[in-house]
């Protein structure tokens, strides 16, 4: 199975693709084009690389071909055939869309390509508009935090001890602690920046006390709020 190039005025593409979540589920529609019976269904990555490719090597489990990493048309994208599910037009009419478990926080995104034949040979039909290209969010995992202090009257240190309750499993590197000098830092670049040594099990996880000068705060924030904002909410308690 090869890819065919769909021209920009080519009727026979995917068009109308919406997503939504449901109870547990996305939901993924679309319009048909005439005498389309199947589509394949490749549920992407979180950075939206997909299969681009067109130098394709087959895989037995699904028939599908997989893009060959080298094809200098594929870029860094490449096909992961167990991405791909093959789903029929009588399908679609019996459940009125594509129904996918959504099991993980954070965004989800899915490309439909169009089956064709020609000359007795299956083909995916490879769009350049991204109309068959959808994303939407699964929603944050929340990571609930608290901060308590002990200092004695006469000592210029203080103990800082820090619990953070995980909605699920998080890696030690999305989080650090920030420490400023004269009040709270504001955001992670606001003050010396520590990161943790240990991943944040789902539940409570109580950390080691801080030892830190008398006039020093700490607050938690995301090493990367651009990458990890969209699949955790951070609060503070």
Not at 69 to 80: E, I
Not at 107 to 115: D, E, G, P, Q, T
Not at 187 to 206: L, T
Request: aromatic letters at 10%; charged letters at 30%.
């Amino acid at each position: 199975m090869r890819y065919l190039d769909a021209k920009s005025e080519d009727e026979q593409v995917i068009h109308g693709l919406t997503a939504q979540a449901e109870e547990g589920w996305c939901i993924l529609r679309w319009l048909w084009p005439r005498g389309a019976e199947a589509v394949y269904i490749e549920k992407l990555n979180s950075s939206g690389e997909g299969d681009d490719g067109t130098s394709l090597a087959t895989t037995p489990a699904t028939g599908v071909k997989a893009v060959i990493a080298n094809d200098p048309l594929s870029g860094s994208a490449s096909v992961d055939p167990a991405n791909l599910k093959l789903y029929t037009r009588e399908e679609y009419k019996a459940t009125n869309g594509y129904r996918d478990r959504i099991d993980h926080f954070g965004k989800i995104a899915y490309r439909v390509h169009l089956v064709t034949e020609q000359q007795g040979e299956t083909l995916l039909v490879r769009q350049h508009d991204d109309r068959n290209v959808v994303e939407l969010s699964a929603g944050k995992a929340q990571i609930r935090y608290t901060i308590r202090q002990q200092s004695s009257w006469f000592s210029k240190r203080k103990t800082v001890r820090i619990d953070v309750h995980a909605e699920v499993p998080v890696e030690r590197d999305v989080l650090c602690y920030v420490k400023k000098d004269g009040g709270y830092p504001a955001n992670r670049d606001d003050g010396i920046v520590y990161p943790f040594a240990e991943p944040f099990r789902a539940g409570r996880n109580e950390l080691p006390a801080i030892e830190i000068g008398k006039n020093e705060y700490v607050r938690l924030f995301f090493t990367d709020g651009r990458k990890y904002g969209h699949m955790y909410e951070l609060i503070l308690e």
